[in-house]
DNA sequence: TACCAGGCTCCTT
DNA sequence: AAGGAGCATGGT
């Protein structure tokens, strides 16, 4: 791929790290190429990320698309330096300073994390790649994520075999509902509480994978996902355990305001997952 | 080898 | 409304 100036977005390394960026588990489709060097995938299209000690440059042809996708229009340094002063943020927005929210694809998204359930995010990606290697559109050097349609042609059986055990019925389900006309797109212009409700309507969306759509799908900042590591988080800021998801989930969001929750808890995340 | 993973559905209380 | 069993698979 040849690729001009103006195809090219070029930042500095203040508020981005690629590294922890595609580490910290919103996204599961990316490829090392090499040290600070990345394809990223994202429906259709692929970017190439370079990332030296100095700056980042991002290749593509569709930079605007690209732009958007990294959340380039946000402050991040201001989203940190109101974090830090809450209760245990300083170290966990020291060791993430470079992460952030990507704007993703709703649809490949809401799949995606439908896969994502008691999964390790390495299976989650392998699943992920065969689904589109085997539905995806023919890109030249690469596949797309497949449409709901692709999907939604196939039965329960094929995702089976593509080894996404029990979670198998739950895409051909969903696949169909979509295609069939269950829109993803109104869920813009819900609060994130009513959000949540309608996307548990679709068959193996729960609502810590309804909360995963909204963050990284529709950038709704103020939901805060509950899922293992966070429950870890959780236990080493009250000193013990608690095996309720709501009353985690409603505590760290009041600790963290919602306007901050997302971020918060991404920040948290990678730290708890990262170090481990 | 066991344990565990960015949990959900479905069935009981 | 709330709680718990069962679940497919493979990485570590």
Same mark, same amino acid.
């Given at each position: 791929?040849?690729?001009?100036?103006?195809?090219?977005?070029?930042?500095?390394?203040? $508020?981005? $790290?690629?590294?922890? %960026?595609?580490?910290?588990?919103? %996204?599961?489709?990316?490829?090392?190429?090499?040290?600070?060097?990345?394809?990223?995938?994202?429906?259709?299209?692929?970017?190439? #990320?370079?990332?030296? &000690? /100095? *700056?980042?440059?991002?290749?593509?042809?569709?930079?605007?698309?690209?732009?958007?996708?990294?959340?380039?229009?946000? &402050?991040?340094?201001?989203?940190?330096?109101?974090?830090?002063?809450?209760?245990?943020?300083?170290?966990?927005?020291?060791?993430?300073?470079?992460?952030?929210?990507?704007?993703? !694809?709703?649809?490949?998204? @809401? %799949?995606?994390?439908?896969?994502?359930?008691?999964?390790?995010?390495?299976?989650?990606?392998? %699943?992920?790649?065969?689904? *589109? =290697?085997?539905?995806?559109?023919?890109?030249?050097?690469?596949?797309?994520?497949?449409?709901?349609?692709?999907? /939604?042609?196939?039965?329960?059986?094929?995702?089976?075999? @593509?080894?996404?055990?029990?979670?198998?019925?739950?895409?051909? &389900?969903?696949?169909?509902?979509?295609? =069939?006309?269950? !829109?993803?797109? *109104?869920?813009?212009?819900?609060? /994130?509480?009513?959000?949540?409700?309608?996307?548990?309507?679709?068959?193996?969306?729960?609502?810590?994978?309804?909360?995963?759509?909204?963050?990284?799908?529709?950038?709704?900042? $103020?939901?805060?996902? #509950?899922?293992?590591?966070?429950?870890? #988080?959780?236990?080493?800021?009250?000193?013990?355990?608690? =095996?309720?998801?709501?009353?985690?989930?409603?505590? @760290?969001?009041?600790?963290?305001?919602?306007?901050? /929750?997302?971020?918060?808890?991404?920040?948290?995340?990678?730290?708890?997952?990262?170090?481990?």
């Amino acid at each position: 791929m040849i690729y001009t100036q103006a195809d090219i977005i070029e930042i500095s390394t203040q $508020d981005f $790290d690629i590294r922890q %960026i595609l580490d910290c588990g919103q %996204i599961f489709r990316y490829e090392k190429i090499d040290e600070g060097k990345y394809y990223v995938y994202s429906l259709d299209k692929r970017c190439l #990320v370079e990332q030296s &000690d /100095a *700056c980042v440059k991002i290749y593509s042809k569709d930079r605007e698309y690209f732009w958007h996708y990294f959340d380039l229009d946000r &402050d991040y340094s201001k989203i940190k330096e109101s974090l830090r002063e809450k209760p245990f943020m300083a170290q966990a927005v020291e060791y993430g300073s470079g992460i952030r929210i990507l704007n993703q !694809d709703r649809w490949e998204m @809401l %799949i995606s994390f439908i896969i994502s359930a008691n999964n390790h995010i390495p299976r989650i990606k392998g %699943i992920i790649r065969r689904l *589109c =290697d085997k539905l995806g559109k023919d890109m030249g050097e690469y596949k797309s994520f497949p449409t709901a349609q692709a999907m /939604a042609s196939k039965d329960e059986t094929f995702y089976a075999e @593509l080894g996404a055990g029990y979670r198998a019925k739950y895409l051909a &389900d969903t696949a169909k509902r979509v295609a =069939d006309g269950f !829109d993803l797109d *109104c869920v813009n212009e819900m609060q /994130a509480d009513q959000a949540n409700k309608y996307l548990c309507k679709l068959l193996g969306v729960g609502e810590k994978v309804a909360d995963c759509i909204l963050l990284f799908g529709y950038h709704k900042i $103020d939901v805060f996902p #509950v899922d293992t590591w966070i429950r870890k #988080v959780y236990r080493d800021i009250f000193g013990e355990s608690c =095996d309720n998801k709501k009353i985690i989930r409603e505590k @760290l969001i009041n600790m963290y305001s919602k306007e901050l /929750a997302g971020y918060a808890q991404q920040y948290l995340f990678f730290n708890k997952r990262d170090m481990n």
